[in-house]
Nanobody, 115 residues
């Protein structure tokens, strides 16, 4: 059973940081890949960052150098550390987990960057 739950979103000012978490009570060890996506108003959902079972990471160009994806199987969690946030980072952020040909999504969490 996969049930992804995001936490850590909120309202911050430009330049500040947030750390998102994605938890699955059934563990994350078996997932082939986990990722963060985001969807801004009026835009399509887009990949932000991904991490494979082996720990290989990939980032969207727009967040390269500012965001860091990680995971801790002992906590059954994946994280997204977001630094130097910009207003254009404002979006609903979704956690994704892939297991073979099947993928699961979290419910999403709002991140708003505004002065």
């Amino acid at each position: 059973q996969v049930h992804l739950v995001e936490s850590g979103g909120g309202l911050v000012q430009p330049g500040e940081s947030l750390r998102l978490s994605c938890a699955n009570s059934g563990g994350i060890f078996s997932f082939k890949v986990m990722a963060w996506y985001r969807q801004a108003p009026g835009k399509q959902r887009a990949l932000v960052a991904s991490i494979t079972a082996g720990g290989q990471t990939d980032y969207a160009e727009s967040v390269q150098g500012r965001f860091r994806i990680s995971k801790d199987p002992r906590q059954n969690k994946m994280f997204l550390q977001m630094n130097s946030l910009k207003p254009e980072d404002t979006a609903v952020y979704f956690c994704f987990a892939g297991l073979g040909s099947v993928g699961s999504w979290g419910q999403g969490i709002q991140v708003t960057v505004s002065s």
